[in-house]
């Protein structure tokens, strides 16, 4: 199907276009310009210049999961793993209070040793000592009643991507252990629970079809989340993915403005993986209607083993120097970080 300049404008006042419109224009670079300029009104209408910034904790690498992308899966032999203890945890917050930060993420594999118990206990501290901060897990999939607990014990927000909404790409990146069903379910229980909630996909992971990505785009417009984080793929050497070609920075780029015009409200980061594959990756996630960073606060001795991917940034760095790093590659891009909590404005 060939489209014009005006599905651009479609898609920007109704929010949506028709599926065989959406695949065109994911599949062509020819409105890149428009579509980020497009994407980049639409952000500054409803946020301005505003880029939010979370401090990103990643406590394990330890995870019971082996999904075929993933540095930090089970079988990878490859890997020392670690955990933080509360005190590190709550450390990293301390930290990054100091620096402007006022939404911690807790990030980590899926770790059987983090108990519901110990999960509560770490996030309870953080709540007392931060009253005024919002509190994020990204912890995986949990049954309801953990979800629960842990919204009772002070967490907020909830991180947990689809991956991929088509039960049939969803088996070729995933073991048959996991399933899609119980992952949509874990988000709808999210929600109902009244976490905001992000959710999110990879683009260009192995066999991934333009279709794929507008079942992605569909399956957000039922979940109707908060945050919507994607970045693209890369290859990791120590996973049965190892052969396969990292996704597109271009094509990475062209859905974040896509998801921009379709989530108006939504929270969307400019990822690492984006910086990864770009040196100015983040800089362009941002021009393309991205307005969230989320720079690191782990112990620089541990960011080298929570490696998802080849070739992660900011693994050397101190959470100070990541954070004027950031504040002058936003300000270059045409923005400004500021520190509040930065609540979704729907
Ligand atoms: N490349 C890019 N992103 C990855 N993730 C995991 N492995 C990779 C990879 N090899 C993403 C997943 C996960 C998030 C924490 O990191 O989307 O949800
Ligand atoms: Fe981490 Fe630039 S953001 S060093």
Request: aromatic share 10%.
């Amino acid at each position: 199907m060939r489209i014009s300049e005006s599905q651009i404008l479609e898609l920007k006042n109704n929010r949506d276009l028709k599926d065989p419109e959406l695949a065109a224009l994911i599949d062509t670079d020819e409105f890149d310009g428009l579509l980020f300029k497009t994407a980049d009104d639409v952000r500054r209408e409803h946020y301005g210049d505003e880029v939010y910034i979370r401090g990103l904790i990643e406590f394990t690498n330890c995870c019971k999961n082996n999904c075929y992308y993933c540095g930090i899966r089970r079988d990878n032999r490859n890997l020392e793993r670690y955990r933080l203890t509360k005190d590190e945890i709550l450390e990293c917050c301390r930290e990054g209070y100091g620096l402007g930060f006022r939404t911690f993420v807790l990030q980590g594999g899926e770790d059987p040793w983090y108990t519901d118990e110990i999960v509560c206990d770490i996030v309870g501290a953080i709540r007392k000592a931060y009253p005024d901060c919002a509190i994020t897990l990204s912890i995986g999939e949990k049954p309801r009643e953990s979800y629960q607990a842990f919204f009772d014990a002070g967490a907020n927000r909830y991180l947990l991507r689809h991956e991929t909404a088509s039960e049939e790409h969803y088996r070729k990146l995933h073991p048959g252990s996991m399933s899609l069903e119980n992952r949509k379910r874990c988000l709808f229980d999210l929600k109902e629970i009244g976490y905001q909630v992000g959710s999110g996909f990879m683009v260009g992971s192995p066999w991934q079809t333009t279709e794929n990505l507008v079942a992605d785009l569909r399956f957000l417009q039922k979940l109707s989340p908060d945050m919507i984080g994607i970045g693209p793929y890369l290859t990791h050497e120590d996973t049965p993915f190892r052969d396969m070609e990292n996704g597109s920075f271009k094509l990475t780029l062209r859905m974040v403005a896509i998801l921009r015009l379709m989530f108006p409200y939504a929270l969307i980061p400019s990822t690492t993986a984006l910086g990864t594959i770009d040196p100015m990756g983040r800089e362009m996630g941002l021009r393309a209607g991205a307005n969230v960073v989320m720079p690191n606060l782990s112990p620089v001795g541990v960011r080298k083993l929570y490696k998802l991917y080849e070739n992660k940034i900011c693994t050397g760095d101190e959470a100070a120097q990541c954070i004027e790093c950031l504040k002058r590659r936003v300000e270059f891009a045409g923005y400004r970080i500021v520190t509040s909590v930065g609540n979704v404005k729907r």
